[in-house]
Nanobody, 125 residues
Framework: QVQLVESGGGLVQAGGSLRLSCVAS????????LGWFRQSPGKEREFVRA????????YGIHSAEGRYTISRDNTKNTVYLQMSSLKPEATAVYYC??????????????????WGQGTEVTVSS
């Protein structure tokens, strides 16, 4: 069983930056594919970024409401989401997710078996 704990959320002004962190425990971190998702009020959870087990491959789509970079440190059991040029539309709860067995596209929530509790990001205009 893998436990994920996110941190780093908060209030930021439009145009600003934040770095989210997610620490994993209870599994073999280097075997995990990791992802970041977000959910805004009244909306479905949506994919932000994902990263392969060794960090060489990252996955993402164009985001008009900010710039996102995912990275991981396998020595610290931590995955990061660096966010910059944020717009108010990026306001959401951001979730870290993990799976050791990729059965579907890592850009879909169904691909992940473990989820953190989320960290809230608010971008003010």
């Amino acid at each position: 069983q893998v436990q994920l704990v996110e941190s780093g959320g908060g209030l930021v002004q439009a145009g600003g930056s934040l770095r989210l962190s997610c620490v994993a425990s209870g599994g073999t971190f280097r075997d995990l594919v990791l992802g970041w998702f977000r959910q805004s009020p009244g909306k479905e959870r949506e994919f932000v970024r994902a990263i392969s087990e060794n960090g060489r491959d990252t996955y993402g789509i164009h985001s008009a409401e900010g710039r996102y970079t995912i990275s991981r440190d396998n020595t610290k059991n931590t995955v990061y989401l660096q966010m910059s040029s944020l717009k108010p539309e990026a306001t959401a709860v951001y979730y870290c997710a993990a799976t050791a067995y990729v059965r579907r596209s890592v850009m879909t929530a169904d691909a992940y078996d473990y989820w953190g509790q989320g960290t809230e990001v608010t971008v003010s205009s």
